[in-house]
């Protein structure tokens, strides 16, 4: 596939250094982010940090295979949360990360507080069957994860051995599990995120699913560690850096690509909250001292990351490859820009200049360094605002908002349906993207043609008010038109939340939900994105990160962003082979 | 009878997808689940007012997306199942006018609908129906209904400044719902999922099939 060019105009001539939603909300933008500062995982272990966290393991009754359970418990805002932990020996052939497996190596709930061992043998049964088992209230999320096999039984034998793991083979994989599904907000009947969100740490967006996966990585360094020791008869452990390095895998489809669309307030609340990073770190007319000294450290640490992303889909490679060329190329450029007025202005219009992939790259390393002056978006990062129609709203007003926020409906463009439509299988609900036809009735279609209905919605005003007044109501046009109620009530939310809207065609031929995915997964945090197909992708979270023993203050956010291959922490693995915190209890 | 705990995002997600397959768009299908979370607050059993209205619809060779709609000076004259939709612009026109209602199939549903708008809106309504099968009357909160009744029923904005001091109960965080009843959602909400085949997974999925690594 072709790089994209970026043909909009430098932002920093606008003079407010915000991007407008035309130019965000694109899919080739979206499908190009890089994960931020502000991202959820990047969150949760700021906040860990600073509550002090520390996880202890409150269960610990494992085999010498490593099968059995675990509980894992910490407290975070106040509030203690326990990872439990069900493994079970898996036949390579049940071995699917898609989501209508039925087995799984791992499978977790996360509990509100600390279970006791009646707890945690009545949520065994359900735990162990995900989406067909039924919970309460006290299940906060639920999440399975399959082993990297190859990669966690070669850990199993260096540290049985008392070595230390190959680092090329752990750079390759990154992970010891992968989750293929985590899931929150009252699914199968565990707890809705009202319960959840008691305070605002806990109110920030995917918070208990992010801790999961992050106590889930816990987990997976310990059970690696147990069946070591077992077979070795003496404790092992895996050196600091390379726990470091390894995150937990994640594959991830279709499910959360319509989830975007279905939430724009919430969709807006992530994207402006990055944009206002962005035009205040843009805004700063000379470069702070602390974010000049940190800049060459994190151009070497992007260019470092961006060699060593080598994944297998041919054409995603060559559009890294393309990336990493570009970067090297401006990187003598980007140095230099540091040092002058407006620095990172110029540094995001010069990648602007030269692709979309650059200028997002370049974001994320622009707003790096940038802590203090703009943490405190996150707090608006978080919306549980809903869609209500305002029906004494007049059609002139509606007009207005249509020309100001759906100019991109062009209706030759969208007059016709479109090809391909979203609908959800019968196979565990899941979405799905494909071929639209006769096949589909109107009920399995997922109204996610935003376009389609705004020019339809556009043709009926038109005739509307050829024979009736601007000044009459929206409710007054609906009596004749209801099937536009759905179009209108989001038209006039986006009024409010412009970054709401993926301003797209996402019912076309030509449309990757690969991009809705990336888009949703870089505010997560993942990274290692790896596309298997351009609706399916492994990503990696918490690569890099510390682990819990280690967050403080200093090390929540030190060296996260585009991670260090291993070898180039070599030297460091072997100093700290002996490096034995929190050991899981014999 | 035997019941099952759900949660309250789960009960609006299959409400939601009960309404859709039956032929209702995604936002009047919110508008349903609304509603019948406000009657669950209510402490009436939802289920049994939406049930034989998606069992009607689905009946309906147009269904109930593609039922004419009837709108006059004298109010809003509804049959079978389109008050559902009529109940939606009912709640749209609270802010502007007295509505009356001349007939429809299950007011108790129709009044809910105005309700739970009223209430996501931050404003209330006045609903004055023979029998009250559902009425806010000087902060009188009556649910004494027959299950279905005949209208008309008349609908009156009455903007308040103190929501709560109406007695509106809260919403319920988890529902409790009669095992026969969600069954029968559930059913109905299957009517929105689509079969599913080895092509389909390949292709519409984009997954592969073999997972070790």
């Keep these: 596939m072709m790089q994209e060019l970026n043909t909009a105009q430098p932002f920093t001539q606008n003079g407010a250094y915000m991007r407008a939603p035309d130019d965000v909300m694109r899919l080739s933008q979206l499908g190009s982010f890089f994960p931020t500062r502000l991202s959820f995982l990047r969150l949760l272990l700021r906040d860990l940090a600073e509550d002090d966290a520390n996880g202890i393991w409150t269960d610990w009754s494992m085999d010498d295979a490593g099968y059995g359970h675990a509980v894992y418990s910490v407290r975070l805002d106040g509030y203690v949360f326990s990872l439990i932990a069900h493994t079970a020996a898996l036949d390579a052939d049940d071995r699917t990360d898609r989501v209508i497996a039925e087995a799984w190596d791992a499978c977790f709930v996360l509990f509100d507080g600390v279970p006791n061992a009646n707890d945690i043998a009545t949520l065994r049964a359900p735990a162990l069957v995900q989406e067909a088992g039924r919970f309460d209230d006290r299940v906060l999320v639920l999440s399975r994860a399959n082993k990297s096999v190859r990669l966690f039984d070669h850990v199993v034998e260096k540290l049985a051995a008392g070595e230390q793991p190959d680092l090329d083979r752990v750079a390759t994989t990154g992970y010891l599990m992968r989750t293929t599904a985590v899931y929150g907000n009252g699914k199968f009947g565990i707890a809705d995120r009202s319960k959840v969100a008691r305070n605002a740490g806990l109110a920030r967006p995917f918070r208990l699913e992010m801790l999961t996966v992050y106590l889930i990585r816990e987990f997976t360094f310990a059970l690696a560690e147990h069946v070591a020791s077992r077979h070795a008869g003496a404790d092992c452990a895996l050196a600091g850096p390379i726990k470091r390095m390894l995150g937990i895998g994640n594959s991830t489809g279709l499910g959360m690509a319509p989830f975007l669309v279905n939430h724009p307030a919430l969709l807006n609340a992530w994207v402006e909250a990055r944009e206002q990073a962005l035009a205040r770190v843009c805004a700063q007319e000379n470069a702070e001292v602390a974010a000049s000294q940190a800049w060459p450290d994190l151009l070497d640490r992007a260019g470092h990351y961006l060699t060593a992303w080598k994944i297998p889909d041919k054409d995603e490679q060559e559009r890294i490859g393309r990336l990493a060329q570009a970067f090297e190329t401006a990187k003598p450029v980007f140095t230099a820009m540091v040092d002058q007025p407006f620095p990172f202005a110029k540094i995001i219009d010069h990648a602007r200049s030269v692709s979309v992939d650059l200028e997002e790259l370049m974001i994320a390393l622009a707003l790096e360094p940038h802590g203090p002056l703009i943490d405190d978006l996150a707090d608006t990062m978080s919306s549980d605002s809903g869609s209500i129609l305002e029906p004494s709203q007049t059609l002139a007003e509606l007009c207005a908002t249509l020309d100001t926020h759906y100019a991109w409906c062009d209706a030759d463009v969208f007059a016709t349906p479109g090809a391909m439509t979203w609908y959800v299988s019968e196979e565990k609900s899941e979405p799905r993207f494909g071929v639209d036809g006769p096949h589909f009735s109107p009920h399995h279609r997922l109204p996610l043609d935003t376009a389609r209905q705004v020019v339809a919605l556009r043709a009926d005003l038109e005739d509307w008010l050829n024979t009736s007044d601007a000044g009459e109501t929206v409710a007054a046009f609906l009596c004749a038109h209801p099937q536009h109620r759905r179009v209108i009530q989001r038209v006039q939310l986006i009024a409010t939340y412009p970054y709401g809207e993926i301003r797209d065609d996402l019912v076309s031929h030509r449309t990757r939900p690969i991009d809705m995915l990336r888009c949703k997964l870089s505010f997560f945090g993942a990274d290692g994105f790896d596309p298997k197909s351009d609706r399916w992708t492994r990503v990696r979270l918490f690569a890099g990160a510390p682990c819990m023993d280690e967050l403080t203050g200093d090390t929540a956010d030190a060296g996260f962003l585009f991670p260090a291959r291993p070898d180039v922490l070599a030297g460091d693995c072997a100093e700290q082979t002996e490096d034995v915190s929190n050991p899981v209890p014999a | ?213």
């Design chain 2, 1 to 213: 009878m035997t019941t099952v705990d759900l949660s309250r995002n789960e009960f609006l997600s299959t409400v939601q997808k009960a309404c859709v397959g039956a032929g209702s768009d995604s936002a009047l299908a919110a508008d349903i689940a609304n509603a019948c979370l406000e009657l669950e607050a209510a402490g009436l059993a939802s289920l049994a007012h939406l049930l034989p209205l998606l069992e009607a619809a689905a009946h309906l060779p147009a269904r109930m997306a593609a039922q004419p709609y009837a709108h006059s000076q004298n109010g809003f004259f509804t049959h079978e199942v389109v008050m559902l939709r009529n109940g939606a612009s009912a709640m749209d026109h609270l802010c502007l006018a007295t509505l009356t209602v001349a007939q429809c199939d299950d007011l108790v549903l129709l009044a809910a609908l105005i309700v739970s708008g009223c209430r996501a809106r931050g404003r209330f309504a006045r609903i004055i129906a023979p029998g009250i099968p559902w009425a806010h009357l000087d902060h009188a909160y009556v649910v004494t209904a027959p299950e279905r009744l005949v209208g008309p029923i008349t609908v009156r904005f009455v903007p308040v400044e103190d929501h709560a001091a109406l007695g509106l109960p809260p919403l319920p965080a988890r529902l409790s719902v009669g095992m026969a009843h969600w069954a029968a959602l559930k059913a109905a909400a299957d009517a929105v999922l689509v079969p599913a085949n080895d092509t389909t997974r390949l292709r519409d999925a984009g997954a592969g099939l073999n997972d070790n690594d």
